[in-house]
């Protein structure tokens, strides 16, 4: 079985842009959920998306958004970049209390 | 809300010491604990997990059992190797959620 796989690794925006990071999970889990890892903040919960539904969202603005298509992949954005969303992004996808988790995409904000 | 309190390091071993890295959590109900380990520039792999009290999850020589009483989760190993150097995190799945709640995580340096 392929793995979660998250796209693209590395990213450098610069403030004010917006951006779209992508990740295709497990072929078959329909769970998608996205973390956030800042050294400061740590590991912070972002969403989670089932059968292309929001069921879960944490304490973020606005400006991150995501969804969920019809084969399960999974979209996030992050709209309006500030320099302290620079963080690596993992996406996870779940079945019966397995969490499989990306490499992540690393974004800079400069 | 739900939370996870784990060791602060970083925790520097010799190759074959014995490794304890400590967790406790909060939260209402009966969580899923799960280890997390992430390498240098990658994701995070499931290490173990248990998923109700008195379970012992174990791995690569890695073993934690989950304490309801203590509310804990204390991750060991018995001899630990220079490729098990890297950053170890507690976390919890919340019953409800069923999101993972993670500790601040633990890095580990093993010198040969």
């Known amino acids: 079985k392929a793995g979660v796989t998250q796209t693209p690794r590395y990213l450098i925006k610069t403030r004010g842009q917006q951006v779209t990071l992508s990740c295709s999970p497990i072929?078959?889990?329909?769970?998608v959920s996205w973390y956030q890892q800042t050294p400061g903040q740590g590991l912070q919960f972002l969403f989670e998306y089932f059968s292309e539904t929001q069921r879960n969202k944490g304490n973020f603005p606005g400006r991150f958004s995501g969804r969920q298509f019809s084969n399960s992949r999974s979209e996030m954005n992050v709209s309006t970049l500030e320099l302290g969303d620079s963080a690596l992004y993992l996406c996870a996808s779940r079945e019966n209390y397995g969490y499989t988790f990306g490499s992540g995409t690393r974004l800079t904000v400069v | 809300g739900d939370s996870v309190t784990q060791m602060e390091g970083p925790v520097t071993l010799s190759e074959e010491a014995f490794l304890t890295i400590n967790c406790t959590y909060t939260a209402t109900g009966y969580p899923s604990l799960f280890w997390y380990v992430q390498y240098p520039g990658e994701g995070l792999q499931l290490l173990l997990k248990?998923?109700?009290?008195?379970d012992k999850g174990s791995n690569k020589g890695f073993e934690a059992t989950y304490r309801k009483e203590t509310t804990s989760f204390h991750l060991e190993k018995g001899s630990v190797q220079v490729s098990d150097s890297a950053v170890y995190f507690c976390?919890?799945?919340?019953?409800?959620?069923?999101?993972?709640?993670f500790g601040k995580g633990t890095k580990l340096t093993v010198n040969p």
């Open positions: 976390a919890l799945s919340d019953q409800v959620s069923e999101k993972l709640v």
């Open positions: 248990a998923t109700k009290a008195d």
């Open positions: 072929s078959g889990h329909r769970s």
